[in-house]
Structures are given as structure tokens and as C-alpha cells.
């Protein structure tokens, strides 16, 4: 097929897609529980890309771990694009391709968009595949630059004249809560998501976003057990 190909999208039933066994990626629970939170509130917007197996099989190139996340959240159409009968080889380097990623962010750029009111540092971190402390820091650096520059917006001629100009940032305001992260067997994650939402529902912590009112809950049980 030339270079100018377009390949056609189709939608599958993901239980009938099957998984190729040389994908390299892998993703820990943290991240798989991101890609089934994206899924549930972004829905399937990125094609799984297949190929044609010569029995008429439809095998994942690209997209493995969101055709299983998508099972277990129970779709029952997936957008897949195919690639037809290509050879093995071919295929292979299409998955390391799909999972690679050219270039990298523009941290300014990266800070303010993430600034633009896309969401909270808490609803982001429940998608993205970035940690706390990197999805922080774009928070922070943001606020940094329009700190200095609400310094110099301070400034009058006689400052300038003096030659003593204080470019330092402004105080940030106190932190009032902070995300904990911690690691558990996938079978007590399961009975620790079933307790805090019982709580949660229970108790009527249900006025802030979902991993606050999920703290809220956790303090509760932990300060009726002592």
C-alpha cells in the first residue's frame, strides 16, 4: 500500500480482538485505573489499530491496554482502524511506533494549558499518565510566571531608579490538603474502592471533587476505627 494510503475505521466488538504477544509496553494499576478513568469520562475517542490475520482475525497493533480496560468497563463497540493483511514484521514496528511519542513539551506552553481550566490538579491526575509531582510543578510553574509578573506590574519609576528591584516570587497560599499515594495487592484495591465509596455515598461526603470527598472518607474511617 503507498505511502498516501488512508485505512479504513471500523467498529469492533473489543472481546473479538486478539492480543498480539509481542507489545513491549507495559502499564502498572496506577496508570491502568488513568486509562479506565479516561475512558469513562472521555469515552473511546483514539482508534485501536488491527491488522487482518490470514483466518480473517483481527489482531491489536496498537491500544492493547485500552481494548482490556474497555472490556472490563463493558463496551461493546470500539473504533479500530485496520490495517489489512500486513506481514509481521511490518506490524511490529507499527507497535513500537504507536507506542513511542516524538518530541517533547513546552513546559510554558504545557503550563498554561493546563491552567486554562481543562481541570483540577485532581481530576487531571485521575487520567494523565504524569505523577503528582510532575503535574504539580506545571501548576506551580505557571503560577510562578504570573507571580513575577504581577510583581512587575507592582513596580513604579522610582523602583527602576533605585536599582533595587525584587524579582522574587510572592508567597503561595497555604496548601489545605494534599494527595497521598500508596501501593496495595489488586484484591484489597478492589475492597478499599468498595469501602470509601460506601462511606463516601453513607456519609454524604459528596460537595468536593471525587478524590477529596474519597479523603474525606478515608479520615472518617480511620478516625472512627481509633
Known amino acids: 500500500m503507498s505511502q498516501s494510503a488512508i485505512y479504513p475505521q471500523i467498529e469492533v466488538d473489543p472481546r473479538d480482538l486478539k492480543q498480539n504477544p509481542w507489545n513491549p509496553n507495559e502499564v502498572d494499576p496506577i496508570n491502568r485505573e488513568k486509562i479506565r478513568n479516561s475512558l469513562r469520562q472521555e469515552g473511546f475517542f483514539k482508534p485501536v ?3 487482518t490475520l490470514p483466518d480473517g482475525t483481527l489482531e491489536i497493533i496498537g491500544g492493547a491496554h485500552r481494548v482490556e480496560e474497555a472490556i472490563a468497563l463493558g463496551f461493546t463497540k470500539v473504533p479500530a482502524t485496520n ?3 500486513i506481514e509481521e514484521a511490518r506490524a511490529k514496528r507499527i507497535t513500537l511506533l504507536d507506542n513511542g511519542r516524538y518530541g517533547e513539551d513546552n513546559h510554558e506552553k504545557l503550563s498554561q494549558l493546563l491552567s486554562d481550566g481543562i481541570g483540577s490538579i485532581e481530576e487531571l491526575l485521575a487520567i494523565l499518565p504524569i505523577d503528582e509531582a510532575e ?3 506545571y501548576f506551580d510553574h505557571d503560577n510562578d510566571l504570573q507571580n513575577q509578573l504581577d510583581s512587575l506590574s507592582d513596580l513604579t519609576d522610582d523602583d527602576f531608579d ?3 528591584i525584587d524579582l522574587g516570587i510572592k508567597d503561595k497560599p497555604s496548601k489545605t490538603h494534599e494527595i497521598l499515594r500508596f501501593k496495595v495487592s489488586v484484591d484489597d484495591a478492589e475492597e478499599i474502592r468498595d469501602t ?3 462511606i463516601t455515598k453513607e456519609q454524604g461526603f459528596t460537595e468536593s471533587d471525587a478524590l477529596t470527598n474519597a479523603g474525606d472518607a478515608f479520615v472518617w474511617l480511620l478516625k472512627t476505627a481509633t
Open 49 to 51: 489499530l488491527v491488522r
Open 83 to 85: 490495517l489489512g493483511e
Open 135 to 137: 503535574l504539580t510543578g
Open 162 to 164: 533605585s536599582g533595587e
Open 196 to 198: 470509601i465509596n460506601r
